[in-house]
């Protein structure tokens, strides 16, 4: 994903940074220039945060998280050389065994094209901790942005074995399988609703942005033959005399498309019906996430 300032960058940027101030110094001093730095940041202002974290970088060379700050600001004004430096920089000065530098480091050097560094980068985190999925996600990207379409499926989805539920995998995984390469919009959209069924919603803002705007795509261009077999099993399913009749036909017209909210509100009240009131609660709570413009899932 591309999103570059995210929870965990916040985290670091709201650390405490205690710094000796120079005494006799009218220029701005360490604690000013790390308070200055970590405001612009956080407020947005990108070219401000560089100014007074750079001095800060000056004033506390070795300080990980100094430096990190600014490759971070560095990184959202497209100075991605600059960034790399303050990266790795920052994590050749870490002793905590953090990644983060290092995940940095990899979109600063992607950012510019150079995707060996890029996945350089990723190698020596992987030798810090185990294959974290997000970060066998980041390296799968670069694959991806190389044309290395295959390899990249292959990447994530091992990714996935370990955790099941990491956003960063499902979110590029189910890009992948809307690129021509795959042309799979079906098994995209089953990506896309577990990414926002797994992902908080104060985290990674854009991409659920996306993840709801492309199920609504998916939706509406599904093909016409799809459409009728689901459009045979939603007649199937309200016709059925008996409730777990119902249900079964409910739960395989979800099953051939993710994104069409027809089936899957016929989902919702088929449990009900059945009696299934705590699985129905469940569906009604996915389906307002998943389906958040609905008018059907609200004030229920």
Not at 127 to 156: D, F, T, W
Request: charged share 25%; hydrophobic share 45%; proline share 5%.
């Amino acid at each position: 994903m591309r999103s570059k300032l995210h929870a965990s960058t916040q985290a670091l940027i709201l650390a405490a940074l205690v710094s000796a101030v120079l005494p006799g110094c009218n220029r701005e001093t360490s604690d000013d220039a790390i308070r200055n730095g970590q405001a612009a940041l956080l407020a947005g202002d990108y070219p401000q945060a560089v100014k007074h974290l750079s001095r800060a970088a000056k004033l506390n060379p070795e300080n990980a998280i100094v430096l990190y700050n600014l490759g971070m600001a560095q990184l959202m004004t497209a100075d991605y050389k600059a960034a790399a430096r303050s990266f790795d920089a920052s994590d050749r000065w870490d002793v905590d065994g953090n990644t983060e530098a290092l995940e940095g480091l990899a979109l600063a050097r992607r950012e510019a094209g150079d995707y060996e560094g890029a996945i350089s980068a990723f190698e020596r985190a992987f030798a810090k901790v185990s294959r974290k999925p997000h970060l066998v996600a980041g390296m799968a990207v670069c694959e991806m942005e190389q044309g290395n379409m295959e390899y990249a499926k292959r990447i994530l989805e091992d990714a996935l074995i370990t955790d099941p539920n990491d956003p960063v995998a499902l979110f590029n995984l189910a890009a992948l399988m809307q690129k021509p390469h795959f042309n799979d919009p079906q098994t995209a959209a089953a990506h896309y609703v577990r990414f926002l069924m797994h992902t908080p919603a104060d985290k990674h803002a854009a991409e659920r942005e996306k993840a709801l705007a492309r199920l609504k795509e998916i939706n509406a261009s599904r093909s016409p033959d799809l459409q009728l077999e689901i459009d045979d099993k939603i007649m199937e399913a309200r016709s059925a005399a008996r409730p777990a009749d119902a249900l079964l036909a409910a739960a395989q017209a979800v099953k051939l498309d993710e994104s069409n909210p027809d089936a899957f509100w016929l989902f919702q009240q088929s449990l009900l019906k059945a009696g299934k009131s705590r699985e129905a609660g469940l569906a009604l709570a996915r389906f307002r996430i998943v389906f958040p413009d609905d008018p059907r899932g609200l004030g229920r």
